[in-house]
């Protein structure tokens, strides 16, 4: 079957570090997408990867290992604006989204 | 740009009542998609249309029904409302690629008693 896997919650504090791990297995792979939503609000996109590697965005990278299924959001200089949950999703071989449950992030002063 | 507009933002049903939510996108995107977000759970995909005329099932259709009688507009149906279909639904729109970046409307609270 298809399954996401990424932890529920994580705590760090401001201006840290902080590194969201995510692994998969999908049907066939298209690309790893990771989305921010914050409590109330729609998902909003952050970052794709469909090659191995890191790809960097500001104060947010993401990383992706295709033969090992698992990929990453490391988020740098973290702030309370920061404070939400990010969604891992895989896209199969028919481009359709396999979404993880989220991570909830809490950011501490 | 308004973007992914839906419709209505909150809703209380009684069991057996029917309505429809509304999406409607201003980007002249191909793919639009209605998800359903529960606690502890990833989106589910209920329904999705890759053009005017054009729908699909998803992971989680049944007693959901769906139009795309427009490109920039799709609807949500539900016949008889169930308390299963308490949750927030959220309407997402994406380019012709396949590999697209979703945007996604502000979400639709269906509570139903």
């Known amino acids: 079957g298809q399954n996401i896997d990424q932890p529920t919650e994580m705590t760090a504090t401001e201006g840290a570090i902080v590194q969201i791990n995510c692994t998969y297995q999908t049907s066939g792979f298209n690309g790893l997408f990771w989305y921010q939503q914050h409590a109330g609000e729609a998902p909003t996109f952050l970052s794709y990867?469909?090659l191995d590697g890191l790809e960097e965005k500001g104060r947010f990278s993401s990383f992706l290992s295709r033969s090992k299924g698992y990929s990453y959001l490391l988020l740098k200089e973290l702030q309370m604006k920061d404070s939400a949950s990010y969604l891992c999703a895989a896209m199969d071989s028919n481009y359709q989204l396999i979404w993880g449950a989220g991570t909830k992030l809490i950011i501490k002063p | 740009n308004a973007g992914v507009t839906q419709t209505p933002k909150f809703r209380v049903l009684k069991t057996g009542q029917s309505m429809t939510l509304l999406c409607a996108q201003d980007m002249n995107h191909e793919y639009m998609y209605w998800y359903r977000q529960d606690p502890g759970m990833g989106l589910r995909l209920i329904h999705y249309s890759v053009g005017e005329g054009t729908t699909a099932k998803g992971e989680v259709p049944d007693g959901y029904n769906v139009s795309r009688l427009k490109k920039q507009n799709f609807l949500l149906g539900l016949e008889s409302a169930a308390p299963s279909q308490t949750s927030v639904y959220f309407c997402?729109?994406?380019?012709?690629?396949?590999?697209?970046?979703?945007?996604f409307g502000a979400g639709s609270r269906l509570t139903v008693l």
């Open positions: 997402a729109s994406g380019g012709v690629s396949g590999a697209n970046v979703l945007t």
């Open positions: 990867n469909v």
